[in-house]
């Protein structure tokens, strides 16, 4: 079966730093993405990982594992517009893309 | 540059009314696919289009959803004898061939009374 799991709620202060992680079980796999999307808008593309290591961006920060099935997303110096839900999807079979529940960050001041 | 676009933003429909939702991918884009968001979860995969050709339908929940993109472009999700199961976003997004990132609209609301 296909499942990928990540937190349904996490909070955090303006400022900081936030780890977001998913774990994934797939059939097949050809990637993993992280969108961020805001209430009511279109997910956003923030990050692509196909082999294994960290790929910065900026203040985003995305990690993978293939052998675990582990990706996590690292956001720095938190900002109040970071409060969002964070998608975390598998390209499975070169493209479908198979998305967790996602996980609504809430930054607090 | 303009990105993928989807109209109407918000539909509600009557159980038993057929709706059309439509997308407008990004210029140059020749894949194509649907989504299914209910509230509080990740998009579903409905549908694949490369170009014109509908290549993967299996994640159509009934065979009263129907999708189409006649001439490789705009493409039209269609569903008949809406159910109240239906309310959902229903989410367009787009990829450039051989790229793996796709991109997505903001999305139909669609709400079945």
């Known amino acids: 079966g296909q499942n990928i799991d990540q937190p349904t709620e996490m909070t955090a202060t303006e400022g900081a730093i936030v780890q977001i992680n998913c774990t994934y079980q797939?059939?097949?796999?050809?990637?993993l993405f992280w969108y961020q999307q805001h209430a009511g808008e279109a997910p956003t593309f923030l990050s692509y990982?196909?082999?294994?290591g960290l790929e910065e961006k900026g203040r985003f920060s995305s990690f993978l594992s293939r052998s675990k099935g582990y990706s996590y997303l690292l956001l720095k110096e938190l900002q109040m517009k970071d409060s969002a839900s964070y998608l975390c999807?598998?390209?499975?079979?070169?493209?479908?893309?198979?998305f967790g529940s996602g996980t609504r960050l809430l930054v607090r001041p | 540059g303009a990105g993928v676009s989807q109209s109407p933003r918000y539909k509600v429909a009557k159980r038993g009314q057929d709706v059309a939702l439509r997308c407008d991918p990004i210029?140059?884009?020749?894949?194509l696919f649907w989504y299914q968001q209910a509230l509080g979860q990740g998009p579903e995969f409905l549908t694949y289009?490369?170009?014109?050709?509908?290549?993967?339908k299996s994640g159509l929940p009934s065979d009263r959803f129907f999708a189409e993109r006649p001439e490789g472009s705009v493409s039209t999700l269609k569903i008949q004898r809406t159910q109240q199961e239906d309310s959902a976003v229903y989410l367009c997004?787009?990829?450039?061939?051989?790229?793996?990132?796709?991109?997505f609209g903001p999305g139909t609301r669609l709400l079945v009374l």
């Open positions: 997004a787009s990829s450039l061939p051989r790229q793996e990132t796709q991109y």
């Open positions: 797939t059939s097949g796999f050809n990637g």
């Open positions: 990982n196909v082999l294994d």
């Open positions: 999807a598998v390209n499975s079979w070169s493209y479908k893309l198979i």
């Open positions: 210029s140059g884009h020749v894949s």
């Open positions: 289009f490369q170009n014109e050709a509908q290549l993967d």
